[in-house]
């Protein structure tokens, strides 16, 4: 996935429900920091994403441009509309969006660090990944992931087992 990928898509929603501001938020949020990330950070192919102004219309957007659609049959990838509620990222995460105007359209990133708590407190194998691919190129921060995963909502031992996979991730990098 890339930034004229992302376009693309997003022009498609404007078509459909008529606003033009939308706010990713899952792994292909990195493309709002950089436009060439390393290619493990870029390699999902759902845009997980909402209206900024209107979320709950986003799953307007699911017939035409969601899963399973004639656009995922045609070009490989696909929006997947999710609730701004959905992540677990930390306190202030919405101030610190990374705004890319595309001219017709534009999107605003959730940080990469934020995102790096969300993934962190998942801890799917792909968001392990993910997060290795970030802390090796330097587009993820782990003492600013340390300072802000305390205040991410969490389940009953999701940030104890999220700082274990920090410490191995910090261990296996051998991270300062």
Known sequence: MNREQLHALLTQAKAI?????????????????????PRTMVMSIDVDTYLKNDPQRTY???????????FEDEFGYYLDPVSPSLPSFPEGWQERLIPLDFGDVKAFFVQPDDVAVSKYM???ERDL??????????????????????SAPALEGELPAARKRMARHRKALKLT
């Not at 008529?18 to 792994?27: A, E, K, Y």
């Open 129 to 150: 990944r993910w997060l290795l691919a970030g802390l090796k190129s330097g587009l993820l921060d782990m003492h600013t992931i340390e300072r802000r995963i305390a």
């Open 17 to 37: 429900v008529h606003h033009t501001d939308f706010v990713i938020v899952g792994s292909l949020s990195i493309l709002g920091a950089v436009s060439d990330p």
């Open 122 to 124: 998942r801890g799917e």
């Open 60 to 70: 307007e957007l699911a017939q035409a441009l969601g899963q399973g659609s004639v």
